[in-house]
């Protein structure tokens, strides 16, 4: 996989040489574009070529493509801006990581299906920054899905309360549907808050409990509630699937 990536960069950069913006909005777009499809795949119903699953594939590449590597592109910038060479792709390791959840999903016939890591698509060598750009680097991954995390859950409150008045059912399913995607981003943004919080190697959770563990358990706790009180809707499909065995793997991991 690396060696195609290689070729394709070899073309689109001996196509594209004068448009270095061009090239890197391509490449942008094939990231985009491969996470919509792999989190489209998690769907064993899903059809391509048919409306529905076209909407799908649009609502994972906004998601996931765009939402899930916000902090990456916002990072991207960043270093760019401080004269950092840095680039945007999908990694090898993504690629690897996406066959296997796709096929443990398949397999175990996991509902909803399960992907191991979160997108991830910047590229660059970490060793040649200081502390404190690493530091600046960590922030702006945090404030970008806290901030849209919230800016996409507070229009639910207002499309909750206007479901429960006498709409037309056109109305009523417009709205029931646009709470649904904005809902669907606002659990990326937290899924990502919550892999940060875990305090692994590089993460913000990591520098938050060098500073201070105290605060760093506090706000992992409750982080963890919020993913888990997002996942485990008592109003949704999974509530019923706790019925079924194997769901109880898709709780461990």
Do not use: C
Request: charged content about 15%.
């Amino acid at each position: 996989f690396s060696r195609f990536q290689q070729r394709l960069n070899s073309i689109a950069g001996a196509r594209l040489e004068r448009r270095p913006a061009w090239r890197d909005a391509a490449k942008l777009l094939g990231v985009m574009a491969f996470f919509g499809l792999v989190f489209s795949l998690l769907d064993r119903s899903w059809n391509p070529f048919s409306l529905k699953g076209l909407i799908l594939f649009l609502s994972m590449t906004i998601a996931y493509g765009i939402v899930g590597i916000a902090d990456d592109i916002f990072q991207w910038r960043a270093l760019r801006k401080w004269n950092f060479a840095a680039d945007l792709t999908v990694r090898p390791s993504n690629v690897f990581l996406a066959v296997i959840s796709t096929a443990t999903t398949r397999v175990l016939n996991l509902v909803p299906g399960l992907m191991f890591g979160t997108p991830e698509a910047l590229q660059f060598d970490e060793a040649l920054l200081d502390a404190e750009k690493r530091n600046r680097l960590l922030r702006i991954s945090v404030i970008t899905f806290t901030v849209i995390g919230l800016g996409v859950w507070l229009p639910t409150v207002g499309t909750t309360l206007l479901q429960r008045l006498s709409l037309p059912s056109l109305l009523e399913n417009l709205l029931g549907g646009v709470e649904g995607f904005l809902l669907v981003i606002f659990a990326v943004a937290l899924e990502n808050v919550f892999v940060q919080m875990l305090g692994m190697p590089g993460s913000f959770g990591e520098a938050l409990k060098r500073r201070s563990r105290l605060v760093w358990l506090i706000v992992l706790v409750a982080v963890t509630f919020l993913f888990y009180h997002t996942l485990i809707n008592p109003h949704g499909e999974l509530a019923e699937a706790l019925e079924v065995a194997n769901v109880g793997l898709f709780l461990a991991v």
